[in-house]
């Protein structure tokens, strides 16, 4: 999640604010930001700041930047979570439950109907072909954001180090991907108080005041006192009654569904377990859908078996396609678990209820940490420390991506352990080439491999 490079550069404004939609009026437009959300959470956070602070101007320019700070502090998708503080800061606690919830809604909906295409059309011979030619598609999708990621995080010695070695720790040790990250922020902690210089504290809070103060630096600029626009229905609610409030009852929520389907259906069933296991990975999503999908294949794959290598890759180039985070692959995940062990229950019924509590499980937690947090804000982003574990865990993240490149790359180029496949091979070299020096588009990326699979498999292998 705390991944720097996926966060745009966002422009000041100086234009003074409109007054606080209602909340029907918001709801409108996070309604429509959940079918538009396209683009990863560079576009969506683009998408936001340009509505809302631009053209809408119902937020200001400082207090986007620092609710973008705060978000990528957290575990989980930091866009749909900057939504959610949004919506809170304008209507409380009931508008960040709907930005938050109708950011995801969309994509919740799509990736369902694909999820139940590919899983009762995946053995067609023609779809089977659509998803050859995506795997080394998503394979170059990881390589590309390996770079990416890697030009802007790793500023210096130090954090080279450190993405080396969290590539060795998961690739070599198969150390727990839990254990990496908490090493990474130990580290970033410990560098905070003995060597500043190479983790960004003093640079990274100076950079922060510069582009949280006003164009010019006044304090008394039209974007300076639009910053408290939603200060009447979020700024009331702080203090340790809002906080234990929020906990208590999220928390609540968060586990009676899970508890609940262990009791009805079994603690051994696939949806209790499904249901804790993404609970768990929900606390340690740092680092975005790329970060968390090495853990998540690990054990989904190897330990529970509830898919294959295959179809995890298939699973992230259908989230690739639907909007809102890419996180929401992890349904996928839920849906094809169940979908294959379904119990006593019809495969679609099961799959649904595999991908609801999947989903529930990874982002309700999110609502949990904004809503409790918001209040304290401004003093988070003054500990020191946690801008130094922001940049070690985003350099570790890096070495967490590349040894999901490899993963992918071993199962893609050498399935079965046979021999090479050299039209998987050419095909994510060209379309890696293509990301990176053309900056062509994911969703392009995505549809080119599905077409060339199919050209491949069904008229040249098959007239062949």
Known sequence: MP?????????????????????????????????????GPAGQIAIMHTELVDRKKWISEPLFLHALNFCMLLPGPEAQQLATYLGWRLHGVRGGIAAGALFVLPAVVILWALSWLYMSLGHVEWVAAIFYGLQP????????????VGRKALRNSVMWALAAMAFVALFVFKAPFAAVML??????????????????????????????????????SPAATGVELGEGAAGSRSGW???????????????????????????????????????????????????????VAQQAVDQYHWLTTPQMMSG???????????????????????????GPLPPL??????AAITTWATFLPSFIFVLTGAPYIERLRRVRGLTAMLSAITAAVVGVILNLAVWFGIHTLWPGGGAIDLFALVLAAVLFAGMHWRKWEVIPVVVVGGVLGLVWRLLLVGAA
């Open 316 to 342: 992230l180039a259908l989230a690739e396609t639907t909007p809102g985070p890419l996180i929401m692959v992890l349904q996928f995940v839920g849906f094809a678990g169940a979908w294959q062990n379904p």
């Open 137 to 148: 598609a998503v394979m170059a999708i990881v390589a590309a954001a390996v770079l990416r």
């Open 241 to 295: 009654a809002h906080a234990l409030r929020v906990v208590g009852g999220g928390t609540l929520l968060w586990w009676v569904p899970i508890l609940l389907a262990g009791w009805l259906a079994g603690w051994q069933s696939v949806w209790f377990k499904l249901g804790f296991f993404f609970s768990k990975a929900a606390l340690i999503t740092f680092g975005g859908a790329y970060a968390v999908l090495p853990y």
């Open 3 to 39: 991944v720097s490079s996926s966060i745009p550069v966002l422009a000041q404004t100086s234009e003074t604010p409109s007054p606080a939609p209602s909340f029907r009026e918001a709801l409108r437009f996070w309604v429509k930001l959940g079918f538009v959300s396209f683009g």
């Open 183 to 220: 090493g990474a922020g130990l580290l970033g902690w410990f560098g905070s108080q003995f060597a500043p210089r190479y983790f960004g504290v003093g640079q990274d809070q100076a950079k922060g005041r510069r582009e949280s103060s006003p164009v010019g630096g006044s304090s008394s």
């Open 349 to 354: 019924l099961a799959a649904t209820l595999g």
